[in-house]
């Protein structure tokens, strides 16, 4: 499910994504400072990405993640919600996020003896 609101002053767009069951905010404003436009040539964008009780995220051991990218780059995936689907899905690949999934099902599997 995706919410999605904005607010018109600061061009800062707010999303709500549901991820494996973890409730994921993400704050973005495509044009974070006006003037990168003539100062680097292209907008630069302010993407926060947080989840619900800060439960760690692929990206992130803290559940919070701040990120500048060009606006351009992150449109070219459809919208913020996409490029983050991209981003969870491109870094629970990596070793870390496996090795903290295997810690976590230890931790929570019952022991009997």
Do not use: C
């Amino acid at each position: 499910m995706i919410n999605i609101s904005m607010n018109n002053k600061t061009q800062e767009q707010t999303f709500s994504l549901l991820w494996k069951s973890i409730s994921i905010e993400i704050i973005y404003t495509p044009d974070y400072a006006p003037t990168s436009k003539e100062i680097l040539g292209y907008r630069l964008a302010h993407l926060q990405v947080i989840s619900k009780n800060r439960v760690p995220l692929p990206f992130t051991e803290t559940g919070y993640r701040s990120h500048f990218n060009s606006a351009e780059y992150i449109e070219t995936f459809g919208s913020p919600v996409d490029f983050v689907k991209n981003w969870l899905s491109e870094a629970e690949q990596n070793n870390e996020w496996k090795t903290h999934l295997k810690k976590m099902r230890a931790k929570s599997q019952l022991n009997l003896f």
